[in-house]
């Protein structure tokens, strides 16, 4: 609709009970409005030239939804619409006709008639309810009113129409002059259409009128206050100017002019490398033409900011003495010989060619064993600057590339910032955790590192907020992990790994009566004289209240014996207090862990396996029963599937060498087997259990029990083959904390026991093996067959 008003006269005396229907899109004609309509379709120029040779009366329905069908979808279509007068036509070149019409009435669609190539229906003439009393003139006052405000609001609209509509007296006519004039979507006009109750009528159009004026009055808002912002700049830019050219006569600098020069300064004292020269003073030559209060400004500054605070030539002297090196890895650490061998061995390097690059060492191990720690020490030990960040949980590339500077708050990633807190180009930069980085949509951080850890790449490390080359290779990189497992074996083979096992018993009472102790004792405000702990005591805590590959626990317990020392000294209550086995279950409670192995290990059936974790090595005991049945065999215990298979095989070689195990060849005949591991709550899984399995059965079916305090690991094959493992290191420390004086070990595993401790090596006795019938002649006791026949 692009104009309308109101038209005196009216179309013939008695409209006809069966109108054309034409659709009307994205408008609604009321009655004695006028509207200007294009018609493009043939049939609909046909029912306009029908009309104009007839009485010129058609009717208008609101159409719900464009479509191209012809005749337009009936269901489509409203059912109260308006009949109209066709007031002018014109047939114009292009197969269109212009209309002018005026609606005469409201009329309601009783049916729709069949015939013609365009819609015509049945019709109803829906009178109007009009009731003049008080409420109604008050409503029309009310609504003139808010017209002529929205009148005054709207400057596409001419004034004249809200005088117009002072001079109508008809509420009805009031009522569908202003909802055809105000601002509305067909669908509102549409339902004030279809309301025949004058009074109900104007509230409606009321509610309407009010919202188009609140959103009339809010623009207007909205204008003042962007065209005032914009004055006031105006305004703010010319005396800027002005002050400028006062301080130039004055011959002052202003504040922007003395950024620059200090930054131009700081370029030249940082002595950055050729590249990020040229982009420094590309970026200061863009500074110097923005405005301070620009956003670009302060992105600009910012950025040059980092450019030249950081060390590109700043190093610390490394300290090339060996044997001082070695002097303060020993203070700080008991044991961990490999990672002190690597590093004064590194040490010797660098005295014999200074310009050699730093190592990417891999500190892998239990929690608790000192891998962090051990950062801090070697960055003493060198003489170096130390800086550690976790990328526990990482999950997003920028936080190791950095962000691009277009985006709002960008700043370098990690690796950056940490080269800057140092303030050195050869820190020792710790990368914790690596094991637990992450992936998501936002990238992948363990690809970002390949390029940081790579010594062949890293002299020209690429920030994306930088955009310029920063050469890492003068920094030693230390990253630590608890598994290898989860690190992508390109970025795992670009690090040198060294293993940290745990702690034998010995080392940590050393570590206790050296370390741990000590420190407790300072945090806790406690002297030397004031508490005290005997070897026993330290060795009772060991073994009784922790249990455990590192020293965590362990310094927890000795903090609450130190907490509960000072309480006493605090109340009074002694001066001194020495930590015996006696009293230690005063301040720590009843011992948190026994010995299983001798109460397990008593009856046939039952068999004592090394298991590997996250937090090292760990005793496995698999207990083995039959009773009557048919062939059926049970696993429990929460067994992963490969767990189960290696079940399967050892019970499949059995039977198949039932004979030479001296065992009855239909003994799976009559019987069902249940294979359970305790501690079912915890979810276990790996072929490490085949072995024990295995030995299991075998000592349950042929009525032996396994030796005393001998345990074993290793998987198995149908052919009763021994396959080598993994975590053997671990599991062998495990069985030397839990008492185990025999393991039986696959044979391809014995190089893994060279690195254990040498007097591990001593106290338990090793028997390494390749097949099974060499594991059960080691494990099963024969001793015990002999009793039984003696006593017989």
């Avoid at 009856?603 to 090595?617: E, K, R």
């Avoid at 276990?684 to 005393?708: E, F, N, R, W």
Wanted: glycine residues 6%; proline residues 5%.
């Amino acid at each position: 609709m692009t104009e309308e008003q109101i038209l005196e006269g009216s179309g013939p005396e008695k409209l006809p009970d069966v109108l054309p229907i034409l659709p009307l899109f994205d408008a609604a004609l009321f009655p004695k409005m006028v509207l200007p309509l294009v018609v493009m379709q043939s049939e609909s120029i046909r029912l306009i030239d029908e009309a104009m040779s007839g009485d010129r009366t058609i009717g208008l329905l609101v159409a719900r939804k464009k479509t191209d069908e012809i005749p337009y979808p009936k269901e489509n279509l409203a059912k109260v619409g308006t009949s109209a007068l066709i007031l002018k036509m014109a047939k114009m070149e292009d197969q269109k006709a212009q209309l002018l019409v005026q609606g005469v009435s409201r009329f309601r669609v009783t049916a729709f008639q069949e015939g013609k190539p365009y819609l015509t229906a049945h019709i109803e003439h829906l009178p109007e309810k009009e009731q003049k009393d008080d409420e109604t003139e008050a409503l029309m006052a009310n609504l003139v009113g808010l017209f002529t405000k929205i009148i005054e609001l709207s400057p596409g609209l001419p004034q004249e129409i809200g005088g117009m509509s002072k001079s109508i007296q008809d509420p009805g006519t009031l009522a569908d002059m202003v909802a055809s004039t105000i601002n509305s979507t067909p669908e509102e006009k549409q339902s004030i259409l279809e309301i025949t109750d004058v009074k109900k009528r104007l509230k409606s159009v009321t509610r309407l009128a009010n919202h188009q004026l609140q959103i009339l009055e809010l623009g207007n808002k909205i204008q003042s206050q962007v065209k005032g912002d914009m004055e006031k700049s105006q305004r703010e830019y010319y005396l800027r100017q002005q002050l400028k050219a006062i301080k130039e006569e004055l011959g002052e600098k202003d504040e922007e002019t003395v950024e620059v020069d200090e930054y131009r300064v700081k370029i030249e004292e940082a002595n950055l490398p050729e590249e990020a020269a040229k982009e420094a003073e590309r970026e200061l030559n863009r500074l110097s033409r923005m405005h301070p209060s620009s956003a670009e400004y302060t992105v600009a500054s910012t950025y040059l900011d980092w450019l030249t605070s950081l060390p590109w030539h700043t190093s610390t002297q490394d300290t090339l003495d060996v044997k001082k090196a070695r002097k303060i890895l020993d203070e700080d650490h008991y044991g961990l010989e490999k990672p002190k061998k690597r590093i004064v061995e590194y040490l010797a390097v660098r005295k014999l060619k200074p310009e050699s690059k730093g190592p990417i060492l891999c500190f892998a191990g239990p929690p608790g064993t000192g891998k962090t720690s051990l950062g801090r020490s070697i960055a003493r030990a060198l003489g170096r600057k130390f800086h550690r960040i976790s990328l526990g949980g990482v999950r997003d590339e920028a936080e190791i590339r950095g962000h691009r500077r277009t985006y709002v708050g960008a700043l370098p990633g990690r690796i950056i910032q940490g080269i800057r807190r140092a303030g050195s180009n050869n820190p020792v930069f710790m990368l914790d955790e690596i094991d637990k980085v992450g992936s998501d949509f936002r990238g992948d951080p363990s690809s970002a590192l390949l390029e940081v850890l790579d010594p062949e790449q890293n002299f020209s490390f690429s920030d994306h907020y930088l955009d310029v080359a920063y050469d890492l290779s003068k920094v030693m990189f230390i990253t630590t992990a608890n598994i290898l497992d989860t690190i992508p074996p390109a970025l795992r083979d670009r690090m040198e790994v060294l293993q940290l096992l745990g702690y034998t018993e010995d080392e940590k009472i050393k570590i206790a009566n050296r370390f741990l102790i000590p420190r407790q004792r300072r945090e806790h405000g406690l002297k030397a004289d004031q508490v005290s702990f005997t070897k026993g005591a330290v060795k009772h805590i060991i073994s009784g209240y922790t249990r455990e590959a590192g020293l965590r626990n362990l310094e927890r317990e000795i903090a609450t014996i130190c907490r509960g020392v000072a309480s006493k000294i605090a109340s009074d209550e002694a001066g001194s207090v020495s930590i015996t086995v006696s009293n230690l279950q005063k301040f720590l409670g009843p011992m948190h862990f026994t010995s299983e192995v001798k109460t397990r290990i008593q009856t046939p059936g039952v068999a004592m396996g090394l298991a590997w974790t996250q937090a090292g090595g760990e005793l496995l005991f698999i207990e083995a029963t039959a009773m009557k049945g048919n062939k059926g065999l049970t696993l429990t215990g929460q067994l992963g599937d490969v767990m189960k298979e290696s079940a399967t095989a050892a019970l499949s070689f059995i039977r198949t060498n039932a004979t030479k195990l001296k065992i009855a060849e239909d003994f799976f005949d009559t019987r069902d087997i249940h294979i359970h591991i305790p501690a079912g709550a915890i979810p276990k899984d790996g072929p490490s259990a085949g072995v024990t399995m295995l030995t299991a059965l075998v000592s349950l079916l042929s009525d032996k029990p396994i030796k005393k305090d001998l345990a074993m690991t290793g998987e198995i094959t149908l052919r009763g083959q021994v396959l080598p493992v993994g975590g053997v290191k671990d599991k062998v420390l495990a069985a030397h904390r839990a008492g185990i004086k025999t393991i039986i070990l696959p044979a391809w595993n014995k190089k893994d026991i060279e690195d254990t401790p040498k007097k591990v090596q001593k106290e338990i006795k090793f028997h390494y093996v390749d097949k099974m019938i060499e594991v059960l002649r080691i494990a099963l006791d024969n001793e015990h067959k002999n009793r039984q026949t003696n006593r017989k």
